[in-house]
């Protein structure tokens, strides 16, 4: 793959993951608007407040949905299909698993992470023990991150039973956290070992993921919700660039 052709992939990419959050963030605020007006984090948010009406919430998520569809439509059968099933079953159920299960965060990084076999099937034309083994390891990622970022509403759950790792795991959420680190840089470094990454990728990618999670974790306090928001925020703009960039300079080197 040429170098043009490799930057359009990722800016391809790039875009039907920012459609997806998109349409996911605002089907998630429609669906919790009665759930959000009672926590005080997200109680002035625009639908769970009325300044939104819900006919206009779905008017501003069809665009994004639309080009979503459409960026999906030129994909082989199985992405498609993979497409498919990340946006209907499982972006639009995830907002009621917080009802009825104290693991949402596993739904979540089902819905996020699928964009692994999309992209797998796209170019290998199937699903490879390799690509299971990254699944399950940015499944362990969004358990990490987003039981920090559950950290931010424990309070308010408790008191009008919303679950989710953050209430389950009590007291130990940090202990567990060390846990979720631990898995998700194994499974990076199977995925890697399965696809036959080389020096640059161990080097860069597990052991920067290595090195950032730790600190991560050396500073976090679960209690403090700045610490909570700046640990998470650093996940997006650090922790994923880190290993992307170990994947293209191998690429660059080979």
Not at 228 to 253: D, H, K, M, Q
Request: net charge positive; proline share 4%; glycine share 8%.
């Amino acid at each position: 793959m040429s170098l043009p052709i490799y930057a359009f992939c990722l800016m391809y990419g790039f875009a039907g993951v920012a459609l997806l959050h998109i349409v996911g963030c605002v089907w998630n605020d429609i669906m919790d608007r009665q759930l959000d007006r009672q926590m005080e984090r997200t109680r002035h948010r625009p639908i769970a407040n009325g300044r939104v009406s819900i006919p206009g919430a779905l008017a501003f998520m069809s665009a994004p949905l639309a080009l979503l569809l459409a960026l999906l439509w030129p994909l082989s059968e199985l992405a498609w299909w993979f497409g498919l099933a990340t946006v209907f079953p499982l972006a639009g159920l995830y907002p009621l698993m917080k009802r009825v299960t104290h693991w949402p965060q596993v739904w979540l990084g089902c819905t996020l992470n699928a964009v692994v076999f999309i992209v797998w099937a796209q170019f290998q034309g199937s699903v490879s023990p390799a690509a299971l083994a990254l699944m399950i390891g940015c499944c362990f990622w969004t358990l990490h991150y987003d039981t920090m970022y559950s950290c931010l509403d424990r309070k308010d759950d408790i008191k009008i039973g919303i679950k989710s790792t953050a209430v389950l795991f009590g007291p130990q959420v940090q202990n567990i956290l060390r846990v979720f680190t631990s898995l998700t840089v194994v499974c990076l470094a199977v995925s890697g070992y399965l696809h036959g990454q080389g020096i640059s990728f161990y080097v860069l990618g597990v052991g920067g993921a290595s090195a950032h999670l730790l600190r991560q974790l050396a500073r976090l306090d679960v209690d403090n919700t700045r610490s909570c928001l700046l640990t998470l925020r650093s996940n997006a703009f650090v922790l994923g660039p880190v290993i992307w960039l170990s994947l293209f300079i191998e690429y660059v080197l080979t």
